[in-house]
């Protein structure tokens, strides 16, 4: 009470008050969140820390222009003397960039579909349908995603290699077609949120109708999901795509190579090559990262358009509590 | 029509409005319950026969490898049962395991809060009402799309995971050198790390920001109007509002972290499946890669239950 008696005194005397005091207000506001202060430093500190953030990316992208001079020349730090694209010519051609670039996409899209597709069944199976051990089968399911794929690994490995799937884009596609690939857990749980919110009714006239349960699936509840379906298979593609430890494993010394591990394939051919300090050697710092902005580059193009769905996708799968 | 006719109406199966009869002998009614019941199965069959093959299957297979020593014939398996003798060749004979998983759990320990903290930081940050939130959440968002092994690997490599300010200006090691280094090292190693840390918090200032956005307004004017300031209001509203959000958070930090494939435990793991590392005869080959792996699931397991348990007897205290 005492302050709203004090606020109205001050509301009173605006007219009167000094220079100093408006400046105040300015500066710290009614409230000190509303004040020019606040605002400004809440702008610096996002800005530097856009900074860290970006940091990275642009020592990459200016690194990867440098040519040799620039590299072995101190004053040179940040911005290359010249535009050179020399760096990114030679991985461009040494790799067959195209090709991989091929390969890489086609290994990271037929997973991602197959774990879309699964992930929206069984999502649905889970949202809007009772059976026995429900409860156990969900806990279960949730559980996949805390244990570590060095668990697993060693037997998929044995298996796979059993069955001829090992350098094969089988490997992946077989556990994502049965729910149970990469971070399939987090996916269920996306579909799982989305379904549960789909009102029982609209199911139950359908099936009035006689539609059956699967084609009721296809028809009617499918294209409400537009939405979870994007980000779910956008994630995917992107986890896919950028896996590298299991894909090491399962496609080592194979011909089907996902970008990133073509690219670090032959960096480490090429750096074997040259001794320890030698020109070429130092050379290779800036071809290394234009090769990584190329590997990058097709997610930097996809996430440009798609950022939306990315950034929306902690909504959809429910954590904050519905 | 006719092979429909075949499926349904046959000697294992024939199919009636009301009752299903099998091998003509068993009769089971048909009730809606039941019906849904079958139908929701058939939905999450496809993860039931997933989970059996690729995940239950390897999990028991691997701790029943991580009881023996195993040898490869080519195709054959020679196993010799060592009970839990791998498990503890891990601890005494292989000092170089014992040294990175110590690293690995100093490291959890750090990283993870700091993680928590700087994402609570940044989503509060882009909460407030300011101009374009939609280009910062953009760039805080964006290293979760292009971060990978080799990529970090390569800045690291080149030292462009550390910040050049921190290493130009010595402020910082003006700092470090005149503390005890029992604060001094972890303050340099989270120096030197920090920007990694922070490229792992896209998801999580996400969900902090979903949370954060679901508290109600009204509930600040309420409590501003009684006096509380921005500092109070945080501890006593928007603290406890979010808490639950944490212990998600610190399980998936931890796990995220555990899994990246630069950790240096789980190459190690797989430099040992694949033969690669040697250090003894025991410490060897599939079946010591096994406990390994188990072992690091069960530490990683014990660090995600001290933080949760840390987290609830806050909470506990606080009510």
């Known amino acids: 009470m005492m302050k709203l008696s004090a ?53 990459m992208v200016t690194g990867s ?12 730090k940040w911005i290359p003397s010249s535009l050179n694209f020399e760096n990114y010519s030679i991985v461009f051609t040494e790799i067959a960039y195209l090709r991989s670039l091929i390969d890489g996409i086609y290994l990271a899209i037929v997973p991602a579909i197959s774990a879309t597709v699964s992930a929206a069944l069984v999502g649905y199976g889970f949202a809007k349908f009772d059976f026995p051990f429900k409860r156990t089968l969900f806990v279960l399911m949730i559980m996949t995603f805390i244990v570590p794929p060095q668990i697993t690994m060693l037997p998929m490995f044995r298996m796979f ?27 269920i749980l996306i579909f799982f949120q989305f379904f549960r919110m789909v009102p029982k009714s609209l199911i139950e006239s359908a099936e009035l109708d006689g539609a059956n349960a699967f084609t009721i699936f296809i028809r009617i509840i499918l294209p409400l999901a537009i939405p979870s379906i994007i980000i779910v298979f956008l994630f995917s593609f992107v986890w896919y795509y950028n896996e590298t430890y299991l894909s090491g494993l399962y496609l080592r010394g194979s ?32 071809v290394k990262l234009a090769g990584n902005i190329l590997t ?16 929306e996708s902690i909504d959809r799968t429910g954590i904050t509590g519905e | 029509m006719n092979l429909k006719a075949k499926l349904f109406h046959n000697k294992l199966i024939h199919m ?14 048909v009730t809606a319950k039941r019906r849904s019941s079958f139908i929701g199965l058939s939905f999450i069959s496809l993860w039931i026969v997933g989970y059996l093959i690729f995940a239950l299957y390897p999990i028991v297979y691997s701790f029943y490898l991580s009881l023996f020593k195993v040898r490869l014939d080519g195709g054959a398996i020679d196993l010799t049962f060592e009970g839990f003798n791998n498990f503890a060749a891990a601890f005494l ?22 993680t928590i903290v700087f994402a609570l930081i940044i989503a509060m940050l882009i909460n407030q009402p300011i101009k374009g939130k939609g280009i910062f959440r953009t760039i805080f968002f964006l290293p979760v799309i292009i971060t990978t092994g080799p990529v970090i690997r390569e800045l690291m490599n080149q030292g462009a995971t550390t910040l050049p300010s921190i290493d130009e200006y010595s402020i910082i090691d003006l700092v470090i050198t005149n503390l005890n280094s029992a604060i001094a090292d972890p303050l340099q190693a989270l120096f030197d790390t920090i920007l990694l840390v922070l490229w792992f918090t896209g998801i999580q200032i996400l969900i902090f920001l ?20 921005p500092w109070e209001s945080f501890w006593k509203i928007t603290l406890p509002q979010i808490m639950p959000l944490i212990t998600v958070i610190v399980i998936y930090t931890t796990v995220s972290m555990s899994v990246f494939s630069l950790n240096e435990v789980i190459i190690y793991i797989q430099n040992v499946m694949l033969g690669e590392s040697t250090v003894g005869t025991l410490t060897t080959g599939y079946g010591y890669s096994a406990a390994l792996a188990w072992i690091y699931f069960i530490v990683m397991v014990l660090i995600i239950l001290l933080f949760v348990g840390l987290l609830s007897i806050r909470r506990k205290s606080r009510v």
């Open chain 1, 296 to 311: 990058l580059l097709p997610l930097l193009i996809l996430y440009f358009f798609t950022q939306r769905y990315f950034v």
């Open chain 1, 7 to 59: 606020l109205k005194k001050e509301l009173q005397n605006m007219p009167k008050s000094s220079g100093m005091k408006r400046m105040r207000k300015i500066l710290f506001g009614m409230k000190f969140t509303d004040g020019l202060f606040y605002k400004v430093s809440v702008y610096m500190l996002l800005i530097a820390l856009s900074y860290i953030y970006l940091y990275p990316m642009l020592y």
């Open chain 2, 93 to 114: 004979y292989d000092p170089y395991f014992v040294e990175i998983l110590v690293e690995y759990v100093l490291e959890m320990l750090l990283n993870v809060p700091i």
């Open chain 1, 255 to 286: 011909d089907l190579l996902s970008l990133p591990l073509r690219i670090d394939q032959y960096i480490s051919n090429f750096t074997s090559i040259y001794p320890e300090g030698s020109p070429a050697r130092e050379r290779m710092q800036a």
């Open chain 1, 161 to 187: 290699s059993q069955y001829n799937l090992l350098g094969s884009i089988r490997a992946f596609v077989f556990p994502a077609i049965l729910a149970n690939g990469l971070n399939a857990a987090i996916f």
């Open chain 2, 16 to 29: 009636h409005h009301d009752h299903i009869l099998f091998f003509n002998r068993f009769k089971v009614k």
């Open chain 2, 210 to 229: 979903a949370g954060l956005q679901k508290i109600d307004k009204e509930i600040y004017e309420a409590s501003m109007i009684d006096g509380a300031g």
């Open chain 1, 65 to 76: 222009f440098m040519s040799m001079e620039d590299i072995i020349d101190v004053a040179v």
